[in-house]
């Protein structure tokens, strides 16, 4: 009995506290820049003669701002609660200084004129790339910003990505808390009789 009651109780905390993969792309498409047809990105953002793109069948996506923006964007519908932590990664084809990759984490309130905020918006060089974080906080539900938008982008030179990763671990919702609370406190009165 104490053993299946430990076992429930790690399995529901676990299960509470793993990162959920929401988005993933490996730029394997069957027709050239099939960005949001093939890839489930929600828009391409071109502007200020940025280029960005991938070729049938490399498994590359492929970009250059050139004084502009080449960036792709995928927004996640689901409601975010307090504590979640969004996290985005990126694999490389060239990860060499001079090479910059952007992450951007926006809130957003869920509605298409809506109100978008940058929370975190790191450009680093490819030789140092590392996983972008943000966890959220309760100004940004207060505030009504509880839906994410991830953009990534290639910021510097003719930088290739091979694929890209976005997560989101939740924190335990209150109720599992308090059924953890009560299952602890309920094993330890027992305990004691």
Do not use: C
């Amino acid at each position: 009995m104490k053993t299946g009651l430990l076992l429930l109780i790690l399995a529901t905390f676990s299960s509470s506290a793993s990162a959920a993969t929401v988005f993933t792309d490996t730029f394997n498409y069957t027709t050239n820049n099939a960005f949001v047809s093939q890839g489930g990105w929600t828009s391409v953002i071109q502007t200020g003669g940025g280029v960005i793109g991938s070729n049938v069948g490399t498994g590359i996506m492929y970009g250059n701002p050139l004084g502009g923006i080449a960036a792709l964007e995928y927004r996640y519908t689901p409601t975010m609660n307090l504590g979640d932590i969004i996290s985005m990664d990126a694999e490389l084809n060239r990860p060499f200084i001079g090479y910059y990759y952007g992450k951007e984490i926006l809130l957003w309130d869920g509605t298409n004129a809506g109100t978008i905020t940058s929370r975190i918006d790191e450009s680093q060089q490819g030789n140092v790339l590392t996983t972008t974080t943000y966890t959220v906080t309760q100004a940004d539900l207060d505030a009504g910003l509880n839906h994410v938008i991830f953009r990534y982008s290639h910021d510097g030179n003719w930088g290739e990505t091979n694929s890209v990763t976005f997560d989101i671990t939740p924190v335990p919702e209150p109720g599992t808390v308090a059924l953890l609370g009560l299952v602890g406190m309920t094993s330890l009165v027992r305990r004691r009789r």
